[in-house]
C-alpha cells in the first residue's frame, strides 16, 4: 500500500510554541499581502497541549509581538506573578536569599504563571482561526530528502504495526507531508532533528548540549496555604555541591500549586535517582507544610535543552530550519523557554514567507541566521551563555561567580566559558561513588513512581515495535550493569528499565515502554548513547491535563 503524499508551503511538525508561533506568524505575513499560503502543524500528542509539559513561568514579550490583543482573545493567563522568594536549603534548614541580591534575569515582575499545556491549546485556537492545519495523533517519524539531498518534507508513522514489525488488521499506511520548507520544532532533544544534525553535520563547531531532566507534579492545596501568585524557586539539598539542580512551587489558581525539581544530566554518581531526588525533596521543612493535606492531580517529567548560545547547532538546512527548543533557545538563567521559542518561531516564519514570495523553496534559508543573531533572543542568550558552565566548579562557586556575572558584568564578560564534556560523558563507575540510601515514600508528600506515571495519563499500544530501540542489545547487560549498576533505571523517571534475573540469576534488561513519558533523559544519559528514542504511534504517550 503506497502512501499518499500532501503539498504544502510550509509543514511545521511540533505543537508546541515554537511551532505553533511560526503557524501563526505565517498565516498574519500571508494575510498582510493578500497572499495564500498552505501551512500544516503535525502533533504527536493526542490534542496541542497533551505533552506539553513546563513549571511554567510566562515572560510575554513574544506574545505581545505576536498577539498584543492576547487579553481579549482570552489567553489563559490567569495569575500574574504578586511576590517571589528564592531559598537556599540545607537538610533541616532554609535561608531566604534577598530579592535585592538575586541577578535581574531570576526576576519575575510582570510575568504570569500558566499551565503552558492550555496556552498551547489556546495558541492552536489562534492558528486554525488564522487557517492552519493542525493533525493531532500523527507522529512525523521520518524525513523526506529530495533528489539533491534537500528535506522536501516528512512522513507520519504507519499505524497497526504489531510488536513484530508485521502488519495488523488495522494498518493504515503513513502520509508524506511535502513543503517548500519544513520547521523541526519537536522541542528538546527531538529525534528528527537529532537525525538531520548528523545528516548535515549540524553540530560542527558548537559545544556539546547539556541538559536537565524536569519533574512536575500539580497538587490542590488547603486554601489557607496557598499564595496565588507566588513564585518560589530553591537551590541546594537535597542535591550535594557537584550536582546542578533546583526546584520551584508556582501557586496558581484554584488553591493549585505547581511543584517541580530539576536535575542536571551533567551529574556524575550512577546511583543518583532524580524521582527519588523530588520525592526526598517534598519532605524538607520548608516545603512539606504546603503541601501536606493537599492532593497530588498530576505529574510528568521532561528534559530541557541547558546549554545555550555556545551549544546551539545551526539551525538552518537545506529545505529548513531547527526552531525553539529543537536547538536549544532556552534562557537558563532565567528558567525560561517558552518566549525564546515563540520568537524564533516568529523569525523562522518571516525568513521562510520572504523566500516563498520570492518563488523559492527547499534551499538553506541562510537569512535566517543573520535574523537570530539581530534578535532579542541571540542578546538574551548572549548575556546567559556563561550561567550554567560555571556550575560545573560546583553549586557554591557556580552561584557565586553567577552574581558576579550576571550583576556587576550584566552578562557581557568578555569571555565565553564552556562545556567541558556531553552529560553521557560524566558517570564515574558505580565502585567509585556513594551508594545513595533514598528513603521509603509516605504517601502524604512522597510517593512511588508507578503511582506518579499513573496520573500521567499515558497510554501506549502494546502489540506494536518497542520506541525505545537499542544499537546494541548486549551493551545493557556487558557494559552498563557491571561498570554503572545499570544506571537506567535510576535515571529514568517512568520506571520503563529494569533487570530482571531469570531463575539461575542471568541478568537481562527489561523495557516497559508503556510507562514511557517522552522525557528523552534515557537517549541522554545513556553512557555509551546505545538507547535511541524514536516516536511512536501517533496519539500516545502521555495526556497532561493542566501542566
Given at each position: 500500500m503506497q502512501r499518499e503524499s500532501m503539498e504544502y508551503d510550509v509543514v511545521i511538525v511540533g505543537g508546541g510554541p515554537a511551532g505553533l508561533a511560526a503557524s501563526i506568524r505565517l498565516k498574519q505575513l500571508a494575510r498582510d499581502q493578500d497572499r495564500e499560503l498552505d501551512v500544516c502543524l503535525l502533533e504527536k500528542g493526542s490534542e496541542v497541549g497533551a505533552h506539553i509539559l513546563s513549571g511554567a513561568v510566562l515572560e510575554l514579550r513574544a506574545l505581545d509581538e505576536l498577539i498584543p490583543d492576547w487579553s481579549d482573545k482570552g489567553a489563559p493567563l490567569h495569575s500574574p506573578v504578586t511576590e517571589e522568594e528564592f531559598l537556599f536549603l540545607k537538610e533541616n534548614k532554609s535561608f531566604k536569599i534577598p530579592n535585592a541580591f538575586l541577578p535581574p534575569p531570576m526576576h519575575n515582575s510582570g510575568n504570569y504563571i500558566v499551565s503552558l499545556g492550555n496556552v498551547c491549546r489556546w495558541l492552536a485556537e489562534q492558528a486554525e482561526e488564522a487557517g492552519v492545519e493542525i493533525y493531532p495523533g500523527f507522529a512525523a517519524a521520518e524525513v523526506l530528502y529530495d533528489d539533491n539531498g534537500a528535506v522536501k518534507g516528512v512522513a507520519t508513522g504507519d499505524k497497526g504495526i504489531d510488536r513484530e514489525g508485521g502488519k495488523t488488521d488495522l494498518y493504515e499506511p503513513g502520509i508524506e507531508l511535502h513543503a517548500k520548507y519544513t520547521f523541526l520544532c519537536e522541542g528538546c532533544r527531538g529525534h528528527l532533528g537529532r537525525k538531520l544534525m548528523e545528516r548535515f553535520a549540524l553540530r560542527d563547531g558548537a559545544q556539546p548540549q547539556t541538559y536537565g531532566v524536569g519533574l512536575k507534579e500539580l497538587w490542590r492545596i488547603d486554601p489557607e496555604r496557598h499564595r496565588r501568585g507566588l513564585v518560589v524557586h530553591t537551590a541546594g539539598w537535597p542535591l550535594k555541591n557537584d550536582t546542578y539542580g533546583g526546584s520551584f512551587l508556582y501557586h496558581i489558581e484554584d488553591n493549585q500549586v505547581a511543584v517541580g525539581f530539576v536535575v542536571g544530566l551533567d551529574y556524575t554518581n550512577?546511583?543518583?535517582?532524580?524521582?527519588?531526588?523530588?520525592?526526598?525533596?517534598?519532605?524538607?521543612?520548608?516545603?512539606?507544610?504546603?503541601?501536606?493535606?493537599?492532593?497530588?492531580?498530576?505529574?510528568?517529567?521532561?528534559?530541557?535543552?541547558?546549554?545555550?548560545?555556545?551549544?546551539?547547532?545551526?539551525?538552518?538546512?537545506?529545505?529548513?530550519?531547527?526552531?525553539?527548543?529543537?536547538?536549544?533557545?532556552?534562557?537558563?538563567?532565567?528558567?525560561?523557554?517558552?518566549?525564546?521559542?515563540?520568537?524564533?518561531?516568529?523569525?523562522?516564519?518571516?525568513?521562510?514567507?520572504?523566500?516563498?514570495?520570492?518563488?523559492?523553496?527547499?534551499?538553506?534559508?541562510?537569512?535566517?541566521?543573520?535574523?537570530?543573531?539581530?534578535?532579542?533572543?541571540?542578546?538574551?542568550?548572549k548575556r546567559a551563555r556563561n550561567v550554567r558552565p560555571s556550575f560545573k566548579w560546583g553549586l557554591l562557586a557556580g552561584t557565586l561567580y553567577t552574581g558576579i556575572d550576571q550583576v556587576l558584568f550584566r552578562g557581557r564578560a568578555p569571555w565565553t566559558l564552556k562545556h567541558p564534556h556531553a552529560d553521557h560523558d560524566t558517570l564515574k563507575p558505580a565502585s567509585q561513588s556513594e551508594k545513595i540510601d533514598y528513603p521509603k515514600p509516605d504517601g502524604k508528600v512522597s510517593f512511588d513512581r508507578l503511582s506518579c506515571v499513573f496520573l500521567s495519563n499515558t497510554v501506549h499500544e502494546e502489540n506494536q515495535p518497542v520506541h525505545l530501540t537499542l544499537k546494541d542489545d548486549a551493551i545493557p547487560i556487558e557494559v552498563n550493569l557491571p561498570e554503572y549498576e545499570a544506571p537506567e533505571q535510576r535515571y529514568c523517571p517512568a520506571g520503563v528499565y529494569e533487570i530482571e534475573r531469570d531463575d539461575r540469576g542471568n541478568p537481562r534488561l527489561r523495557i516497559n515502554a508503556a510507562n514511557c513519558v517522552h522525557c528523552k533523559t534515557c537517549d541522554i544519559k545513556d553512557p555509551k548513547q546505545n538507547i535511541v528514542w524514536v516516536a511512536p504511534q501517533g496519539g500516545e504517550g502521555p495526556n497532561y491535563p493542566n501542566m
Amino acid at each position: 500500500m503506497q502512501r499518499e503524499s500532501m503539498e504544502y508551503d510550509v509543514v511545521i511538525v511540533g505543537g508546541g510554541p515554537a511551532g505553533l508561533a511560526a503557524s501563526i506568524r505565517l498565516k498574519q505575513l500571508a494575510r498582510d499581502q493578500d497572499r495564500e499560503l498552505d501551512v500544516c502543524l503535525l502533533e504527536k500528542g493526542s490534542e496541542v497541549g497533551a505533552h506539553i509539559l513546563s513549571g511554567a513561568v510566562l515572560e510575554l514579550r513574544a506574545l505581545d509581538e505576536l498577539i498584543p490583543d492576547w487579553s481579549d482573545k482570552g489567553a489563559p493567563l490567569h495569575s500574574p506573578v504578586t511576590e517571589e522568594e528564592f531559598l537556599f536549603l540545607k537538610e533541616n534548614k532554609s535561608f531566604k536569599i534577598p530579592n535585592a541580591f538575586l541577578p535581574p534575569p531570576m526576576h519575575n515582575s510582570g510575568n504570569y504563571i500558566v499551565s503552558l499545556g492550555n496556552v498551547c491549546r489556546w495558541l492552536a485556537e489562534q492558528a486554525e482561526e488564522a487557517g492552519v492545519e493542525i493533525y493531532p495523533g500523527f507522529a512525523a517519524a521520518e524525513v523526506l530528502y529530495d533528489d539533491n539531498g534537500a528535506v522536501k518534507g516528512v512522513a507520519t508513522g504507519d499505524k497497526g504495526i504489531d510488536r513484530e514489525g508485521g502488519k495488523t488488521d488495522l494498518y493504515e499506511p503513513g502520509i508524506e507531508l511535502h513543503a517548500k520548507y519544513t520547521f523541526l520544532c519537536e522541542g528538546c532533544r527531538g529525534h528528527l532533528g537529532r537525525k538531520l544534525m548528523e545528516r548535515f553535520a549540524l553540530r560542527d563547531g558548537a559545544q556539546p548540549q547539556t541538559y536537565g531532566v524536569g519533574l512536575k507534579e500539580l497538587w490542590r492545596i488547603d486554601p489557607e496555604r496557598h499564595r496565588r501568585g507566588l513564585v518560589v524557586h530553591t537551590a541546594g539539598w537535597p542535591l550535594k555541591n557537584d550536582t546542578y539542580g533546583g526546584s520551584f512551587l508556582y501557586h496558581i489558581e484554584d488553591n493549585q500549586v505547581a511543584v517541580g525539581f530539576v536535575v542536571g544530566l551533567d551529574y556524575t554518581n550512577p546511583w543518583l535517582d532524580p524521582f527519588q531526588e523530588f520525592q526526598r525533596f517534598k519532605t524538607h521543612p520548608a516545603i512539606r507544610p504546603c503541601l501536606e493535606g493537599g492532593k497530588r492531580l498530576a505529574y510528568g517529567a521532561r528534559t530541557l535543552n541547558e546549554g545555550g548560545l555556545q551549544s546551539l547547532p545551526t539551525m538552518t538546512f537545506p529545505g529548513g530550519l531547527l526552531v525553539g527548543c529543537e536547538a536549544g533557545t532556552l534562557n537558563m538563567p532565567k528558567i525560561k523557554g517558552t518566549h525564546t521559542a515563540m520568537k524564533s518561531g516568529m523569525i523562522a516564519a518571516e525568513t521562510a514567507f520572504e523566500a516563498i514570495q520570492a518563488e523559492r523553496g527547499r534551499d538553506e534559508l541562510t537569512a535566517f541566521t543573520e535574523a537570530f543573531r539581530q534578535s532579542w533572543v541571540h542578546d538574551e542568550l548572549k548575556r546567559a551563555r556563561n550561567v550554567r558552565p560555571s556550575f560545573k566548579w560546583g553549586l557554591l562557586a557556580g552561584t557565586l561567580y553567577t552574581g558576579i556575572d550576571q550583576v556587576l558584568f550584566r552578562g557581557r564578560a568578555p569571555w565565553t566559558l564552556k562545556h567541558p564534556h556531553a552529560d553521557h560523558d560524566t558517570l564515574k563507575p558505580a565502585s567509585q561513588s556513594e551508594k545513595i540510601d533514598y528513603p521509603k515514600p509516605d504517601g502524604k508528600v512522597s510517593f512511588d513512581r508507578l503511582s506518579c506515571v499513573f496520573l500521567s495519563n499515558t497510554v501506549h499500544e502494546e502489540n506494536q515495535p518497542v520506541h525505545l530501540t537499542l544499537k546494541d542489545d548486549a551493551i545493557p547487560i556487558e557494559v552498563n550493569l557491571p561498570e554503572y549498576e545499570a544506571p537506567e533505571q535510576r535515571y529514568c523517571p517512568a520506571g520503563v528499565y529494569e533487570i530482571e534475573r531469570d531463575d539461575r540469576g542471568n541478568p537481562r534488561l527489561r523495557i516497559n515502554a508503556a510507562n514511557c513519558v517522552h522525557c528523552k533523559t534515557c537517549d541522554i544519559k545513556d553512557p555509551k548513547q546505545n538507547i535511541v528514542w524514536v516516536a511512536p504511534q501517533g496519539g500516545e504517550g502521555p495526556n497532561y491535563p493542566n501542566m
